[in-house]
């Protein structure tokens, strides 16, 4: 059911009513924003604020320098070790190469030193060689031709200042003996004696004036000599 009463509207007067203030939920006091001392208080908070960050401000520029001082240290450091590690490795390298190069050095005297005295021993034991087939060619020469006794008797007779018919000739046993089988009337006249001091192929011719002797031992060291100084001199 409708209720068609009208609303009565209240239309209060020119100052019949006054502004509501709500009261605060916190009570907040002067001494509480600023503390028993007011101003003076919120300034030394500020001192000590700034003192702080003065203070942090100081050990962290303190701590990066720090830390920045043993990061520059650190590549220094390492650089110049670097440099003195290479320059210290080239004067060893230096001193190694210097050391082989004189060990290569004395190695090469030894070695050519004992090439030397091995060529020397070679030549000499060579020329000793050649001295004992010279002598057997010489041995077997006059016992295949006796007659070349014969020549070297008559070139020992030419070292004589003249012939004489008292002169004596000395030979080695076994040319004296061949001689008398080859031409026994020269040995004869010649007067053919035996002489064991003397080599085969040498002749020995006394008058009783002078002396000649032909030794073949002699002429065959002599020739000995010039072969065993031309090997010396190549070697």
Not at 8 to 28: C, D, H, M
Request: hydrophobic residues 30%.
């Amino acid at each position: 059911m409708k209720n068609d009463q009208p609303v009565p509207i209240f239309s209060p007067g020119l100052g019949e009513f006054r502004n509501y203030r709500y009261p605060p939920l916190v009570t907040a006091t002067e001494d509480d924003l600023f503390g028993d001392d007011g101003g003076s208080s919120y300034q030394d908070e500020f001192n000590n604020g700034f003192q702080d960050g003065l203070q942090k401000g100081h050990e962290q520029g303190y701590q990066d320098g720090v830390n920045q001082g043993l990061q520059v240290g650190q590549r220094d450091g390492h650089e110049q070790g670097r440099q003195q590690g290479l320059q210290e490795g080239r004067l060893q390298a230096q001193q190694h190469v210097a050391g082989v190069l004189q060990a290569s050095g004395h190695l090469k005297d030894q070695i050519q030193q004992a090439f030397h005295h091995h060529v020397q021993q070679q030549s000499e034991m060579l020329c000793d060689l050649v001295m004992k087939v010279t002598r057997q060619v010489i041995r077997a020469e006059l016992t295949l031709q006796p007659g070349q006794m014969v020549n070297l008797i008559e070139e020992t007779l030419q070292q004589l200042p003249e012939h004489k018919p008292d002169l004596t000739v000395y030979l080695n046993p076994q040319d004296s003996q061949r001689l008398l089988e080859l031409v026994p009337d020269q040995v004869a006249q010649w007067n053919v004696q035996q002489d064991e001091s003397l080599t085969i192929g040498s002749c020995r011719v006394v008058t009783a004036d002078s002396e000649a002797l032909v030794d073949s031992e002699e002429r065959l060291a002599a020739c000995m000599d010039v072969v065993k100084d031309t090997l010396l001199a190549d070697a």
